[in-house]
Structure formats: C-alpha cells, structure tokens
C-alpha cells in the first residue's frame, strides 16, 4: 500500500504491480479499511451510501430483526450475465457515482474511489450484521466470477485465473463541524471532481430554465408475418410541435429526436438514413434547417451499446460482447445483444460520422453511456470495464468536436467531464430497509454546472408532488411527446409512453415552463450547497448565491425559517430576501 497524508485528506493505493501471488491461492479481491470510521449504535451520525441519487441510514440501537450487508456496483453490472436482467430499470445494486461517507457528531469522512472504480463494490453493513458497528467501506474486485456448464449438466461457478490488472486508489477526505453532513460531502465532492478536470460547466448552460422536449417519432411493431411501422410524428410534424411551444412563449427549448432512425426505434446500430416514412433525409434537413433558423438545440438519439436481431450494420459473432466461454451475450429470446464497444467506435467514426456531418444538429443523445460500462471477452477485440469508459468518452468528444453538444442517459460520473446534458437521473433511491432518508447527493454535486431531468412529466403518476420533486432537487422541466395518440404505440417495445399526444400536455408543459423560470430563474446556475429535511414533508435547500427554496409536500401550510410555505407548494426567498 502507498498511504499520503495531506491537508483534510488521506490517499491509499495499491499499484497494479504491487501484489505478488504465490502457491495454489488467488487473490479475488482486496476489502480496503473495513473498519475505518466504524461507529456504535449510541453515536449521532449516519452513513451515506450513493444508492441511486443518494441516501443515509442513521444510527439507532434498535435493528431489524433481519439484518444483512447491501453492496453496489460502481457504474454497472459486475457479472455481464445480469445485464439484460435489469435492462430499463434502475438498478438496485449499481452506484452511479464511486463515493460514501459516514458522519459522527461534529466530524465526517468522505470516500472517493480515485482509480479502479469501475471494478469495485461500495459495501455497507449495518449494526447488527456479525458485530454491533455500523462499517461501509470498498471492495476491489481482481477477480470476475463467472458461471459454465460441464458436459454433465452442472453449473459450475469459479473466478477468472487473469487478474485485472489496474491501479487502485481511494481518497478519504475529513470534514468538520458546519462541513460534517451529506451537504458538505458533496460539496467536497463537486470541488474534487472539478480540481481533477472531471466535471466541467455545460456549454449548453444558459440564463434561462430550458424546457426539455423530446418528440417520439417512429418504431416497428413486430408482427407475425410483416412488421408494421409505425410513425407517431414525421420530421415536419415535430416542426409543428415545436412552433406551438415558441408561439406560446417558450423562449429557451431542448429539443432531442428519438426513434428518428432506420426502422425507428430500437433497431440498432444501424441509424442512418432516417426512416422514409418519417420523412427521410429531406425531412431530416427540413427540421435542421428549421433549428438553425429558431435558434434552438437540436440533437438525435443514438444506441452505440446495443445491437437487435435484423437490424443491419453489425456481425453477430464478430462484434457482439461474448462470454467467458465464448458464446455471445443475450436476451433469453435471442433478440438483442451488446455491441463490443471498440467495434461500435468504428461502426461509428467510419460509418455514421461521415454521412451525419452533413446536418448541422447541435448534438447527439447516446442511450445507456451513463448507465452502463462492460466488459468483452471477445477474442477479437477483449475489453475491460476501463476501456469501455474511455471509449463511451470518445464518443462524445467526437460528439462535442463534430457537432457542439453531447448528451447522454444515465449519470455515471465518468461521463460528467464531457456531457452536456443528463437524462434519467433518478430521484429517489431503491428503498433499502436500513434507509431512513433519501437524499439529492447526485443532484447537489452537478447542479448550475450541466442540466438534468429525470423521468418526463406527462408520464408523472401524482402531478403535484412530483413538480415538487423536480424543484426541490434542481430539474429542468422535461417532457416526451408525439404528434399522434399514444395508442398507436400499445403493440409495440415502447408501451411506456401511454399518455404522450403533444396537444393534450402543451399548456401543463408552457405553464411549468413560465412558472419555473419565474420563480426559479435565480438559483438555476447556482450551486445547491446545503439540503436538509426540516421535518417529515419539509425540506429547505440553499443555493450558492445565498437564496433558499422551501418545498412543502404536506397538505398543510407549514412555517419554517419565520416564513410561510403553502400546502403543496414552494417559496423561493432570494438572496436580497424577496419572496416568490
């Protein structure tokens, strides 16, 4: 181990040469300072762990009569198996981002994965799992474990003689008093990530809220005998929605293509040209053109990661992510597979680059780049999780060169020091039983550096509370709409866009969208710098610049801070002390 102590921070690392195997024994993987900041059920703190946008569990003498360890996967999935399991959910057991803390009393301890990360485990175990400590801590995977079949039918389970070779490194971080809570951690976080270049200000960043539109053009329903297109909005019918939102006076407007591509959406990688029946290329160019003309961004939605069975552009046993034993990764029908991120490149740099340079879009939205990071045991072209990392890093440099602006879904923090724009970033965690309170620690790392949304508005389940949800953690307002009905879409992969017609959620989106930029205008570019629950249902969040925004779920007004907040509502007091 190399151990630096400097300033309010330790580093701990272990070269990649520095471990020596010998005898029948292989090291599968390093458990780092189990114990370090272990603290008793008595003590007043909490441990912070990055499931999904953040949560903390405090300490409490009194546990659940079943108590086990929770561990999550830093950026994705370990074993390459479990990856079509989850696909389109968020899953339970990934950390988007490589840090968590503990706090007692007035001190903290912020842990940040430096190197290695993308093979790691963050661990946490609660009082009550083996001894009375509560402990969270990182586990370095050296070794994958994977599963094969013998000749006689059973399953046999082992680890990969090949170690993985990388340096390891983790940085510990002490704060103290007003800096000992989650707020201060991710501050600390925020200004690490921005001292190491890796997280930057979003070039798209203007002075207004934008109003986030994806417009859902096209998809094939599988049918027995012929597939059937189905087209929910033509390139000039986009045109059409677009100019209702900037009649109605939305000034500043995002405005993100999906399923513009051959065959629509879902069949890739083969993108280009667009589908005819949505306009083709000329249709393409019209929208362009039309972009260019109201000054507004416009970029296309791209799938670099997965390949679908009849979709042109790729080799099944040639380019596709392949197991331990050879046969290729995918779904239990057989239907979709990973694409070998090397060989995406190429598909992509050869092939869609030079034919999309010809449309002057302000960028492209890649699916699944923050998401997900793999690893290839393909013979031809083997890659680790590390350099799937660097190439979903290339991409959108070459996005961002090429065009001015990358996007990507998904926010696992490699792709923060490129990306322009964020979607899926979740707003909830995954609902441990040990969690007692959900945290925007995502949120308050990026916020006023690049802008975010979560899932889109006309899909909300409970209208009213999750507007909340997007105030009280920094959202743009986002919506995912059609020119058609959304019926259209009920035989097909995209059944989740059931409520989508543009014409029924235009005044909700424009009323939101006035109304944030309003009343929000002046903390959209700030730093969140503190979050805190003031009780059940009351929640106040201070900004950078000095303002606070209080956000009340609870059916009754409720005072906090000598001011009044509403029932269901929000009160923005700026930094002169002004109230909206």
Not at 131 to 139: E, G, K, M, P, S
Not at 213 to 220: K, R
Not at 444 to 453: A, D, F, K, N
Not at 509 to 527: C, G, H, P, T
Request: proline share 3%; net charge negative; glycine share 8%.
């Amino acid at each position: 181990l190399d151990i630096r102590l400097q300033d309010n921070w330790l580093d701990i690392s272990i070269p990649s040469g520095g471990i020596e195997e010998k005898g029948e024994y292989l090291l599968s993987s390093m458990k780092l300072l189990p114990f370090l900041g272990a603290a008793n059920d008595n003590e007043p703190g909490y441990v912070f762990y990055p499931d999904q946008c953040g949560a903390i569990s405090y300490f409490k003498t009194e546990h659940p009569q079943t108590v086990m360890a929770k561990s999550w996967h830093v950026f994705g999935i370990n074993n390459i198996e479990d990856i079509f399991v989850s696909d389109g959910q968020h899953n339970t057991g990934v950390a988007c981002m490589p840090v968590f803390g503990i706090k007692k009393g007035d001190n903290a301890i912020l842990a940040v994965i430096s190197e290695g990360e993308q093979d790691s485990f963050i661990v946490y175990r609660p009082s009550g799992d083996a001894v009375n400590l509560y402990r969270i801590y990182t586990d370095f995977v050296y070794r994958r474990l994977f599963s094969y079949i013998k000749n006689d039918a059973k399953l046999i389970k082992t680890y990969d003689t090949v170690m993985i070779q990388q340096n390891r490194s983790i940085r510990y971080i002490f704060l103290a008093e007003d800096e000992a809570d989650y707020s201060g951690m991710a501050n600390a976080y925020r200004s690490y990530l921005i001292d190491i270049k890796k997280l930057r200000r979003s070039r798209i960043l203007g002075n207004k809220i934008p109003l986030g539109l994806d417009i859902f053009m096209g998809i094939t329903e599988e049918r027995i005998l012929v597939d059937k297109f189905i087209s929910a909005t033509t390139f000039d019918q986009a045109c059409s929605i677009v100019d209702e939102f900037l009649k109605q006076g939305v000034g500043e407007i995002q405005v993100n293509l999906v399923g513009w591509t051959d065959r629509g959406y879902g069949s890739y990688p083969a993108h280009i040209p667009p589908d005819r029946k949505l306009g083709g290329e000329k249709g393409l160019l019209r929208i362009v053109e039309y972009s260019k003309t109201k000054d507004f961004p416009l970029f296309l939605q791209v799938n670099f990661v997965n390949a679908s069975k009849g979709s042109r552009g790729f080799s099944l046993g040639k380019d596709t992510v392949h197991r331990k034993n050879g046969t290729v990764l995918s779904t239990g029908s057989k239907d979709r597979f990973l694409l070998n991120p090397a060989i995406s490149w190429s598909i992509f740099t050869k092939h869609f680059i030079p034919w999309m340079k010809n449309y002057r879009i302000s960028g492209l939205t890649f699916e699944k780049f923050g998401e997900l990071s793999y690893y290839d045991y393909n013979i031809k072209q083997p890659v680790q999780n590390n350099e799937t990392i660097g190439y979903w890093n290339k991409f959108m440099e070459e996005s961002s060169n090429t065009f001015g602006f990358a996007a990507a879904h998904g926010g696992n923090a490699y792709i923060l020091e490129n990306v322009d724009r964020l979607f899926d970033i979740p707003f909830k965690d995954s609902g441990q039983i040990f969690t007692d309170e959900c945290i925007p620690f995502y949120q308050m790392t990026v916020h006023g550096l690049i802008p975010y949304s979560s899932s889109p508005g006309n899909l909300f389940y409970d209208e009213t509370t999750q507007k909340l949800k997007w105030v009280e953690y920094g959202y743009i307002p986002y919506y995912q709409l059609t020119y058609r009905e959304s019926n259209i879409l009920k035989n097909t992969r995209y059944k989740q866009l059931f409520a989508s017609c543009y014409r029924d959620w235009l005044d909700t989106a424009i009323n939101i969208y006035k109304e944030f930029n309003s009343r929000l205008d002046n903390v959209w570019s700030e730093y969140i710098i503190e979050h805190k629950k003031i009780k059940d249902g009351l929640f106040r969040v201070k900004y950078q610049n000095s303002a606070t925004v209080y956000v009340n779920y609870n059916e009754e007004a409720e005072e906090v801070d000598g001011y009044y907040v509403n029932a269901l509502d929000y009160l923005v007091v700026d930094e002169e002390g002004n109230r909206k």
